[in-house]
């Protein structure tokens, strides 16, 4: 199937280009006025138009992929091509969009929406955000534009979808005989797969979701009794509704999860073949279309689905736990587990417990160990950790997620600016915070916590997909002592009693959980499914590349079909509808061209 060739570099975030502006705009400026006379300019814009520093993050609007371009020639040239081939037209102000954002005292623009169409091949309704600054002569400046891919002419909208009646449907859905030639397989019905499924449900696709559990949401129930969402209730929804009631928490517990998913399949007629493994799938290059041989877990039977399109949802390493190799593990006395295995510290009761890791997880089980009465509770930190207060995330969070606005609208501001920006504007806000209250950092430095107080929330979103502590209550157990901490000294082997450290100190366990993460790249668990001569030929999931895209995820893959889906919450929710719309323009005929130049 072809030679074996590199995967794009994953850039840091921190080298990312792209600067906030260093500008003051004044409340009394009018600024519907000022952005309402230079969204009417989109059309046919001149180079001078354009700061020098100017980006433009196109989402499949013109493009047909994700895309961005720094300095105002790259923006000029790009946009002044993709003017020819797809004719953008109509460009319109949303009404009361409108406004000076502010990011500290240092950095302003105004900000707008507004919306377009295109005439290409296919047609599309699209959106935008535009920003701008002053410049000279009482002009104004465009620093900033992302477009957004709306809707295909002529096609139902990918974020609508009304309630249904299912129990046809989903009888229907758990029977694979009766597939044929599908549009499009997903697997794994966790957040990202049903995501992905609702959008194709609205667009009118055919598909199914293979899930390998007996139960939607079994994903989540599966996990360690305590597990639960550390962001808000809001932020959690599935796409078109509301998906968690008022009378649900404000964090999510793995139950509200499980059956927030299972409303979500019931509703919408969501088709799920539950209990089912895939034991391989293969591709038909000549036809396009890929085989997928699946077995029934309960009852042995295998059966085989034919599809134009395979989305993998199945996480990002397939739930690959990552363990390190110790020697003289068979000396240990107690018992030793991986945190996928960890389900409750209850049986340890007055026991001797360690905790390997300093990450969400690890935060879990620890603070878990102390309620349930263990004599002692040992956190041994491999590396310096960052540490964000929840309040500090909600703080954020809720001025986008929250009972007033849609969550839709929320993930166009959330998910739709260069991710250089709004990674600048969210370690502003987030640092001026830690500035305020040192020290609520400076008491888990006192008591060994090796504290990252100036973390970068998207180096933890983008780059390594965890790897923080997002703090709901653990500090306070480790800085008041409840939760010891070994930080000083490399971990090196276990001993009959416990662990031992490169300083030769030694730390006693009844029980050690090793919370030490999973495999992040999808690309490696898919070998299972697709063989190690097709997963040598795709791109790496997640991470960003020298633009700030991220890798692999929703854009084609090597092979003709093939896509990744997965990522944070919001991440999975909002960038399943391009998916989604991409899928609907291959079959019907007119798949969207990709724009890959870099204009100088």
Not at 12 to 26: D, F, R, S, W
Not at 47 to 73: E, H, I, K, V
Not at 285 to 298: G, S
Request: glycine content about 8%; charged content about 20%.
């Amino acid at each position: 199937m072809g030679s074996t060739r590199l995967q794009t570099p994953s850039i840091p975030v921190g080298m990312l280009k792209g600067t906030l502006p260093e500008v003051y705009i004044a409340e009394e400026i009018d600024h519907f006025t000022v952005a309402q006379t230079y969204v009417a300019r989109l059309g046919s814009f001149t180079f001078d138009l354009l700061t020098n520093t100017a980006m433009w993050r196109d989402l499949w609007a013109l493009t047909g992929t994700s895309r961005t371009f720094y300095g105002s020639q790259c923006v000029y040239s790009a946009w002044s091509e993709l003017l020819q081939t797809h004719h953008p037209h109509r460009f319109s102000i949303i009404r009361d969009s409108s406004q000076i954002v502010r990011v500290g005292a240092a950095h302003s623009w105004i900000q707008a929406r507004f919306t377009f169409e295109t005439a290409g091949s296919p047609g599309a309704e699209c959106s935008g955000f535009i920003g701008l600054v002053p410049g000279v002569d009482g002009k104004w400046n465009i620093w900033l534009l992302s477009t957004i891919l709306e809707r295909i002419q002529g096609f139902p909208s990918s974020d609508i979808l009304e309630p249904q009646s299912s129990t046809k449907t989903r009888h229907a859905a758990t029977d694979t005989s009766n597939h044929s030639l599908l549009s499009c397989v997903v697997i794994g019905a966790g957040m990202a797969g049903l995501s992905v499924a609702g959008r194709l449900q609205a667009l009118g696709v055919s598909y199914v979701v293979l899930e390998k559990n007996d139960h939607v949401g079994d994903n989540w129930t599966h996990r360690y009794e305590s597990a639960k969402l550390h962001t808000p209730k809001s932020y959690g929804h599935l796409p078109f509704s509301r998906t968690f009631p008022p009378e649900d928490p404000y964090f999510l517990t793995k139950n509200d999860l499980a059956r927030g998913f299972q409303r979500y399949v019931n509703d919408y007629g969501i088709k799920v073949c539950l209990s089912v493994t895939v034991e391989s799938a293969s591709l038909d290059e000549e036809k396009k279309i890929w085989t997928v041989y699946i077995r029934n877990k309960n009852t042995l039977e295998t059966s085989v689905i034919r599809t134009r399109h395979l989305v993998l949802a199945i996480g990002p390493g397939g739930q690959t736990p990552k363990m390190p190799e110790l020697p003289n593990r068979e000396l240990f006395k107690g018992e030793v587990l991986h945190s996928v295995d960890y389900k409750s510290a209850t049986r340890w009761n007055g026991k001797a417990g360690v905790v390997v890791g300093s990450a969400n997880t690890a935060h879990d089980v620890a603070s878990d160990m102390v309620d349930s009465g263990l004599k002692s509770v040992v956190m041994v930190q491999r590396s310096r950790t960052g540490v964000i207060p929840v309040q500090y995330y909600t703080q954020a969070s809720e001025r986008l997620y929250n009972d007033e606005i849609p969550t839709e609208i929320a993930d166009r501001f959330q998910f739709s600016l260069p991710i250089a920006i709004s990674r600048q504007i969210a370690t502003k806000r987030m640092w001026s915070l830690v500035d305020a209250e040192p020290e609520r950092f400076d008491a888990l430095e006192r008591v060994g916590f090796k504290v990252d107080r100036y973390s970068d929330l998207f180096v933890f979103l983008c780059e390594r997909m965890g790897g923080h502590y997002l703090d709901v209550g653990c500090s306070a157990k480790i800085a008041g002592g409840l939760i010891k901490m070994k930080s000083d000294a490399r971990l090196t082997q276990f001993t009959p009693s416990g662990l031992e450290f490169s300083d030769g100190s030694h730390v006693d366990a009844d029980v050690i959980i090793f919370a030490t993460g999973f495999e992040s790249n999808m690309r490696l668990a898919a070998s299972s499914i697709l063989g190690r001569q097709v997963t040598n030929e795709l791109e790496d999931f997640w991470g960003v590349d020298e633009e700030g895209e991220l890798l692999g995820a929703w854009k084609p893959l090597k092979y003709p079909g093939l896509w990744y889906t997965g990522g944070a919450i919001g991440y999975a929710r909002y960038f399943s509808r391009f998916l989604a719309l991409q899928i609907l323009a291959d079959i019907s005929g007119a798949p969207f061209q990709r724009y890959t130049k870099t204009p100088i």
